[in-house]
């Protein structure tokens, strides 16, 4: 038995959380049974019309344990494992020890587990097992990219947004979600084989260490105060590359023809006020990501003073935003003329938007440091100023 239970523990999330599902759990079920024993003396009738079987809660529960199991144990998650494997000389052709990545039978075991808790059988337990494979290999698309995995990401993405777009469909999303699996993992080894890895500057910058303390919390680098920070030729490279930028914005036009190829006009209408704010806020932090701290070289006044209405050297910057706003604008109105269906317009939309927020240049480092403007402190914290 004991062997038994460090058999299943080896794929289980921490006490806490095991606790966290089964305590709503049990409350839901000793509500149940007294409901049952006392008002209704009926089961059903109980779980109809009062608060229905624990499926919302269970289905939750396989996400959550599908995101558990692609992140928990991988050491790029960990840096300190991710070093302790460094040092040890790990290979891939060795378990790792804290755990496996793949699927395994003990996660079987706990899916089969927690459908057995379902008063209702049929869809809802589909619903689950999808909800599980899921989320498990779009997270696992995380570190296939970090590792340098990145086109292989990108299938994994569009294969996930092609079940979505068959989401009334059951047995075609089973389909491709089960077919999308084998590529999946053999994607997981390869990264593997490439232990240990080449990982991006900006990566140890994300990192979470809970045991760190409040000193280690700090920015990494060391502040030169105003305005010497701005001026610094060493900063970071936050560089999109052109194709990366091109499949990025495919796929998010893909995802969102289909999430809306299978809803009805009034549900397509009513998240609509929220995807306009999320396409102004890109666009605005765009903008606030060039000309935060770069100013036009003169003021507003002086332009029309002197009749330079346009300068060239820093309204380049300007582009981009103007041109992704005109896009947001008229181009669904263009597309509307030639008969095009509202999720190809959205699609076609947030596709355009987003290629050119990510890939209309300047480049960002030699908009910095060659730009036509003046440097100015924005929100920049006064205490870092230096006095003279």
């Known amino acids: 038995m004991i062997r038994a239970l460090r058999w299943l523990w080896l794929v289980l999330p921490p006490g806490w959380a095991v606790a966290a599902f089964f305590l709503p759990y049990l409350l839901y079920e000793a509500l149940r049974l007294w ?8 089961g059903p009738r109980f779980e109809s019309d009062v608060l229905g079987p624990p499926t919302y809660l269970i289905v939750a529960t396989c996400v959550a344990y599908g995101g558990f199991r692609a992140i928990a144990f ?22 790792l020890p ?66 979505i777009w068959q989401s009334q469909n ?3 999303v089973v389909t491709i979600v089960a077919a999308l699996y084998p590529f999946t993992y053999l994607s997981l080894r390869r990264s593997l084989e490439r232990f240990p890895w080449q990982l991006p500057d900006w990566w140890p ?21 105003w305005p010497y920070d701005l001026l610094q030729p060493l900063r970071p490279r936050w560089r999109i590359r052109l194709c ?106 947030v596709a355009l938007i987003a290629w050119i927020l990510m890939n209309m240049g300047p480049k960002l480092i030699v908009w910095q440091l060659t730009g036509g403007h003046r440097i100015h402190p924005g929100t920049a914290d006064k205490r870092l100023f230096v006095k003279l």
């Open 170 to 172: 059951a047995a075609a």
């Open 35 to 42: 409901m049952e024993l006392r008002v209704f003396g009926t």
């Open 244 to 349: 990366d930028g091109t499949a990025a914005s495919v796929l998010l036009g893909w995802w969102v023809y289909a999430g809306l190829s299978h809803v009805s006009d009034f549900e397509r209408d009513s998240p609509l006020p929220l995807a306009w704010f999320l396409i102004f806020g890109a666009i605005a932090w765009r903008a606030v990501l060039y000309c935060g701290n770069y100013w036009w070289p003169i003021s507003l006044w002086g332009r029309l003073w002197t009749g330079r209405w346009i300068i060239p050297r820093y309204d380049r910057v300007l582009v981009a935003p103007i041109l992704a706003l005109a896009v947001l604008f008229f181009g669904p109105v263009v597309m509307r003329f030639l008969h095009v269906g509202i999720p190809l317009q959205a699609a076609v939309t």
């Open 74 to 95: 991988h050491p790029l998650f960990r840096p300190e494992y991710c070093k302790w494997l460094e040092l040890t000389r790990w290979t891939d052709r060795k378990p």
């Open 98 to 163: 804290a755990g496996p990545i793949h699927l395994v039978v003990q996660d079987l075991v706990v899916i089969g587990l927690l459908l057995a808790l379902m008063h209702t059988w049929g869809m809802a337990i589909l619903q689950a097992i999808l909800a599980f494979a899921f989320v498990y290999q779009l997270l696992l698309v995380i570190p296939l990219w970090v590792t340098g995995l990145r086109w292989r990401s990108y299938a994994i993405l569009f294969v996930l947004g092609a079940a």
């Open 205 to 225: 910058r994300l990192e979470v260490k809970p045991d760190a303390t409040r000193e280690d919390r700090k920015p990494g680098r060391k502040y030169l105060g």
